[in-house]
């Protein structure tokens, strides 16, 4: 099973922007699709980006979308998600996660192995 180790978080300033990692071990990532999640205080764990094993195709959750970008990096074995114009309700812990599959995919029960994340905290 792949490890998945989440970095890049930290405190911003409203408007500002932070560039998370995700690095595999184990296994390589290529061959599978990938994807971000965010959980706040008191809510669900909920979708942010995917992106396909190709990175031809990638999909956004509306709150994000136009702001955040999703990459990956085959040779390296990484996932990167750029974030842009970040808002206090960005607020949350991130996270990385491998899909069982080669696409994109909204429901976190279609991923099979998870980073610890990785804080990230907008200040307005």
């Known amino acids: 099973q792949v490890q998945l180790v989440e970095s890049g978080g930290g405190l911003v300033q409203a408007g500002g922007s932070l560039r998370l990692s995700c690095a595999g071990s184990?296994?390589?990532?290529?061959?599978?699709?990938m994807g971000w999640f965010r959980q706040a205080p008191g809510n669900e764990r909920e979708f942010v980006a995917a992106i396909s094993w190709t990175g031809g195709n990638t999909y956004y959750a509306d709150s994000v979308k136009g702001r955040f970008t999703i990459s990956r990096a085959n040779g390296l074995n990484t996932v990167t998600l750029q974030m842009n114009s970040l808002k206090p309700e960005d607020t949350a812990v991130y996270y990385c996660?491998?899909?069982?599959?080669?696409?994109?995919?909204?429901?976190?029960?279609?991923?099979?192995?998870w980073g610890q994340g990785t804080q990230v905290t907008v200040s307005s």
């Open positions: 184990g296994r390589t990532l290529r061959s599978y699709g």
């Open positions: 996660a491998q899909n069982a599959g080669a696409g994109t995919a909204v429901d976190p029960n279609a991923y099979v192995s």
